[in-house]
């Protein structure tokens, strides 16, 4: 239904009235995208033509309006199709439209519903649901009033008001004026100023209804500024002056900080603050608010609303200040240790008046150097005694002084333990508050005047010093893991206190305390990854999570709930945290066996991959309800032997599938328009043997294993298999049985890939695929689930393209040594496939879907050459048996060996049989290529 659509759209635009408002570009010949659209507009507006474009040049348009005739019960709706033609040049490159109103004149921007980029043979949307072109089309309009200057011009269309607001102006509005004195209209909508005066103008726009409105507009013209130029680059103001005020209205007494070209403009200057709140306008005036240093700069709006700056934006730095009146301490002396930096104590004691002032700097002096060492912003006192210090303001040098005396430092407090530890199930408030005071040890408790203890992380108290000892008080009511530490703050009587009456303190001392606890429990989290749930972490807690635990004492293992084997791989990320993958779908417990005993399930699904294009599919792992979930969304058809399904467009899932259920073990052809990685939860795997009925002829069977699986150990010998019987892959090769064992280049059944059997006799068989849960786990190829199927290729070719394939079982007449040899089908140029030689026998998988003329190539591994073969076939389900193969014939290959006594040959080069190469012939059989490109086996006596 959908091909026949298409095809009455495209008949319905070739046989139309060609568009003649725009006409697509003849040189962009090379392909074509295809646009099915509908133009939505919001007024009354209507398009009789609509055109593509790509940079601005017109690649497509239509000027019929065709009806998508639709399915019973969905709405008819109009639209056009494009066909966008061009070159390599344009691919990527994005598309946008325009409509036209052959009534009006004029043209309408249109706003696809998604972006559309060109594509040779890109189709954008569909007749059941075309891409949506958005006509925002104005129903009135207004005009605001318009100022330009003498010489310069503005864009009408900017003065322009809309309804509805969101409305778009259409190319092609027609302008007029009243009288050309003072202005003109240029270029259709731009008004340019020409003396300075004002008139109207008037505009001739569409109405709803098709015809023209008149609306009329005012416009002014000024002589504007055209030029404004700093004169004054810096200036410096002290805070609060009204000074700025009049510097910013060029006032101040003769200072200019502007001009203006021309002088006698007359419009109005700004000014450009910055934001950082130094000036402020208030009340019409600027003053300044706060000191700092910040910029301005004069400006002027312009008629197009643009602004008019300065020669390359220059700005006028300012100063606003504040200057310092007074400077002195608010203490009378300040009390230290030798050896201790005062130069921050000291700062902080100094007062500086306003306390605002711009300039905060100041130095410290004293005469004392001895006991003081004064550098920069460092203060180092450097002996016990007494003596002044100054501070000198650099704004003003204003002074101001304090006393120091300065003591020989003491050892205030020592701990026995860093850090102490408590068991939180053993120990008491008690016995902790006086283990932590006994822990503290001070040198000379006679000169401690005072001492505070704190308690901080996950101990709360408090506790003091005095002449009489150490007592500490806990206000926890219970203990809790973690750590807690303890600083100890001294007052020595020795530094007396300052003129304020507060006692000089020491420096504090601090030590640690560690509580911990033990375990009762370990449970287990499972969590598998969103992207994909057969990855994921396992976790195990503690209880209580704030255990003191060896991670070197966790042990646990992992079993299957039907397999006696498993395929679980584990990682470690960290103590207790672990990565862990499967490729085995179905429930796994994990056994913890130290140090307590717990048990929890993994649940891994089966991953189910499908590849871009034509695959062949299976599912192992049970019956799958919900194959919309199994496809995804870039599905596009599936067929089994008996069904079909497709996902089309306007219906979704159709066809004869419509049990929702994929079964398991059947072969599924199916077809991709991109990648999809689905995973089954609800099924079943168990690994028993599996029993496939095959009809008379080729029959559709799915891999019934979750590992891949040699063939030689798939299917039991005595398991309903006969002479004759080929099993064929999408693109990993075939193989016959011919009594006793599977001959052929196809090596494995892998998991979910699907493969057509065929059975020789006249009357069903049963075959039987092994219990795959007795055999050893793991891949037997070698291979990992999802590898390339054929990654030994020599030539380059994509089955995906194909639903189907062909295969062939021939020899190569004179021949010798076939397994160095690989084998090409091609149809035309293209390569469709290849082959490899097995015991003489040339086993090819073509991909065709059948009616193609396909010849072959011959390609020598060990010296590169290639030979054309003379045969060419048509594609069809298979060619040759063991029995009866296919005879072909080489044109260019040599089958004899020369016997020669001598040890050379001239004008070539020498192999051995494994393909290294020789300075010169050597006893035994040698491998000769001459220059003229043929090839010898040559036997030296």
């Not at 709803?208 to 005012?218: A, F, H, Q, T, W």
């Not at 050892?411 to 283990?435: A, C, M």
């Not at 028993?688 to 039991?716: C, D, E, M, T």
Request: glycine letters at 10%; charged letters at 20%.
């Amino acid at each position: 239904m959908k091909k026949l659509l298409s095809l009455l759209f495209f008949l319905f635009a070739t046989v139309g009235v060609w568009a003649d408002h725009w006409t697509p570009s003849s040189a962009y010949t090379q392909g074509d995208a295809v646009i099915y659209a509908e133009v939505v507009s919001n007024s009354y507006t209507g398009a009789s033509e609509v055109a593509a474009f790509i940079d601005g040049v017109c690649v497509a348009s239509a000027k019929t309006e065709h009806l998508y005739g639709g399915r019973e019960g969905i709405r008819a709706i109009y639209g056009y199709v494009l066909r966008a033609r061009g070159n390599n040049n344009l691919v990527g490159k994005e598309i946008t439209f325009k409509a036209y109103n052959d009534t009006t004149g004029l043209e309408y921007k249109l706003t696809p519903s998604e972006k559309i980029t060109f594509q040779l043979t890109g189709t954008y949307g569909y007749p059941s649901n075309p891409i949506k072109l958005m006509m925002k089309a104005p129903e009135s309009y207004a005009i605001k009033p318009i100022e330009v200057g003498v010489g310069e011009k503005v864009d009408l269309n900017d003065f322009l008001t809309l309804t509805p607001a969101d409305s778009e102006i259409p190319d092609g509005l027609f302008w007029t004026i009243n009288d050309t004195t003072y202005a003109e209209i240029i270029d259709r909508h731009y008004l340019k100023g020409k003396a300075v005066g004002s008139g109207k103008l008037i505009l001739w726009a569409p109405s709803p209804g098709g015809r023209p409105d008149v609306i009329e507009g005012n416009y002014t013209v000024v002589n504007h500024v055209t030029a404004i130029n700093i004169v004054t680059d810096e200036v410096t103001f002290e805070l609060g002056e009204r000074t700025i005020d009049l510097f910013m209205q060029n006032r101040l007494n003769g200072v200019v900080a502007y001009s203006l070209t021309p002088a006698n403009a007359t419009d109005k200057v700004n000014w450009e603050l910055k934001n950082d709140g130094i000036i402020v306008m208030e009340n019409g005036t600027y003053r300044s608010k706060k000191a700092g240093d910040t910029q301005i700069r004069p400006y002027v709006v312009k008629s197009d609303g643009s602004r008019l700056y300065p020669p390359n934006n220059k700005w006028i730095k300012v100063h606003i200040v504040v200057s310092v009146t007074d400077i002195a301490f608010d203490t009378s002396t300040i009390y230290a240790n030798v050896g201790d930096d005062i130069y921050r104590r000291l700062a902080n004691h100094v007062v500086i008046t306003p306390s605002d002032a711009t300039n905060q700097d100041f130095t410290f002096s004293t005469t004392s150097t001895g006991l003081l060492a004064i550098n920069g912003t460092s203060a180092v006192v450097k002996g016990a005694g007494s003596g002044t210090i100054t501070v000198t303001s650099a704004d003003g040098a204003k002074t101001g002084s304090i006393s120091f005396t300065f003591y020989n430092p003491l050892k205030e407090v020592s701990f026995i333990e860093d850090p102490l530890y408590f068991d939180k199930n053993s120990e008491t408030v008690s016995s902790v508050q006086g283990r932590i005071a006994n822990n503290i040890v001070i040198s000379d408790m006679s000169r401690v005047q005072e001492g505070i203890i704190d308690l901080a992380g996950v101990l709360s108290g408090s506790g003091s010093v005095s002449s009489s000892g150490v007592s500490v008080t806990l206000t926890s009511k219970q203990l809790e893991k973690g750590v807690a530490s303890v600083t100890v703050t001294l007052g020595w009587k020795d530094y007396s206190t300052d003129d304020a009456g507060k006692l000089v303190w020491g420096s504090p001392q601090s030590f640690s305390v560690n509580i911990g606890s033990e375990m009762t429990f370990i449970d287990i989290l499972v969590r598998p990854n969103s992207d994909d749930p057969t990855t994921g972490v396992i976790q195990f807690i503690p209880r209580p999570n704030d255990i003191d635990f060896n991670w070197d004492d966790l042990s646990f293992t992992f079993s299957h709930n039907d397999l006696a084997w498993n395929c679980f791989s584990i990682s470690k990320i960290a103590n207790g945290t672990y990565n862990y993958s499967c490729d085995v779908p179905g429930t796994y417990m994990i056994f913890l066996n130290s140090p307590i005993d717990n048990n929890s399930s993994v649940e891994i699904p089966y991953k189910a991959i499908l590849e871009n294009g034509w695959q062949w599919k299976s599912n192992p792992y049970g019956i799958v309800e919900n194959y919309e979930s199994f496809f995804g969304s870039s599905f596009s058809e599936a067929r089994t032997w008996s069904d079909l399904l497709i996902n089309d467009p306007l219906w979704g899932f159709y066809g004869t599938m419509l049990s929702n259920v994929l079964k398991q073990n059947e072969m599924y052809k199916v077809k991709m328009d991109a990648s999809n990685t689905s995973y089954i939860r609800n099924g079943n795997f168990d690994g028993h043997a599996v029993s496939v009925s095959i009809q008379p002829g080729w029959n559709w069977v799915g891999s019934p294993f979750i590992y891949n699986r040699l063939l030689a150990n798939s299917i039991k010998k005595d398991g309903g298999l006969v002479k004759g019987v080929v099993i064929m892959s999408k693109d990993d090769g075939s193989a016959e049985y011919d009594g006793s064992k599977w001959v052929g280049d196809l090596k494995s059944i892998r998991r979910g890939q699907g493969y057509i059997i065929y059975n020789p006799e006249s009357k069903a068989l049963s075959i039987t695929f092994n219990e795959e849960s007795s055999m050893a786990p793991g891949n037997e190829d070698g291979l990992p689930l999802g590898s390339p199927v054929r990654s030994d290729r020599m030539w380059d070719y994509d089955h995906t393209k194909f639903a189907s394939n062909m295969t062939v079982v021939a020899t190569l007449d004179n021949l010798e040594d076939g397994d160095r040899y690989t084998i090409g089908a091609f149809v035309g140029d293209e390569c469709r496939g290849e082959g490899r030689f097995i015991d003489g026998l040339a086993f090819i998988t073509i991909h065709s879907e059948g009616g193609e003329e396909v010849k072959f190539r011959l390609y020598d591994t060990l010296t590169g050459i290639f030979s054309d073969i003379d045969q060419t076939v048509i594609s069809q389900t298979r060619l040759g048996s063991l029995d009866n193969p296919l005879r072909l014939t080489s044109q260019t290959v040599s089958t004899g060996i020369s016997t020669l006594d001598g040890n050379c040959l001239s004008d070539s080069e020498t192999f051995d049989i494994n393909g290294r190469h020789l300075n010169g012939l050597r006893h035994g059989l040698n491998i000769v290529r001459k220059t003229d490109g043929s090839v010898r086996k040559v036997f030296v006596k």
